[in-house]
């Protein structure tokens, strides 16, 4: 199962907002609404921030925002902050394998 | 609130074993799928093996299908791994994860497992 396609970097601005996509197949991505986003700032441990492809967490900002079309998902920070800057990962359930798969990860930079 | 505290890391040769823990706390143990998510050193995340609930559903990436094996004890509340046959790529930070088919909630700190002679 190959990972998931995300770009490695993406840089920002404060107040701005960034789209981060991530590409799968139909066997993944596109098979369902089984997509999650986390992120995962430098030795921490990543945290669940978006599921379901566009459902968020109570407890996440309502400036991370997920969607999908087609094979792709994408997620939106919005009013970037300095505190966003960390590394992004999808993930999708791959049913016909009983496992889950992950993309290579983004990492974003706020300038 | 909800704790899982992975245990059990450190230093193995090639070709040697380690076995995982994981505490859980804070939640109904049996109520919940459970998983390990291993990181690699500078790399990204990667879904290693995965149990449901009741322990009737048991799934494994092919990178360690037939040597890991996952394990729930529902009266300590805890989560394990064997690791046998360990290899040089098997070295990364090991989470242990609570959530659902959709996402994974919830993550430990992680224990490191490094392999090399």
């Known amino acids: 199962q190959s990972a998931l396609t995300q770009f490695a970097s993406v840089t920002g601005s404060p107040g701005q907002s960034i789209t981060i996509s991530c590409t799968g197949t139909s066997s993944d991505v596109g098979s369902g609404n089984l997509v999650s986003w986390y992120q995962q700032h430098p030795g921490k441990a990543p945290k669940l921030i978006i599921y379901?492809?566009?459902k968020r967490p109570s407890e996440v900002s309502n400036r991370f925002s997920g969607s999908k079309s087609g094979n792709t998902a994408s997620l939106t920070i919005s009013g970037l902050q300095a505190e966003d800057e960390a590394d992004y990962y999808c993930c999708s359930y791959v049913g016909i394998r009983n496992s889950w798969v992950f993309g290579g990860g983004t990492k974003l930079t706020v300038l | 609130q909800v704790q899982l505290v992975e245990s059990g890391g450190g230093l193995v040769k090639p070709g040697g074993s380690l076995r995982l823990s994981c505490a859980a706390s804070g939640f109904i143990f049996r109520d919940y799928y459970m998983s390990w998510i291993r990181q690699a050193p500078g790399k990204g995340l990667e879904w290693v093996s995965y149990i449901s609930s009741a322990g009737t559903s048991i799934y494994y990436a092919d990178s360690v299908r037939g040597r890991f094996t996952i394990s729930r004890d529902y009266a300590k509340n805890s989560l394990y791994l064997q690791m046998n046959s360990l290899r040089a790529e098997d070295t990364a930070v090991y989470y242990c994860t609570r959530g659902y088919i959709s996402s994974w909630y919830d993550w430990g700190q992680g224990t490191l497992v490094t392999v090399s002679s």
């Open positions: 379901e492809v566009n």
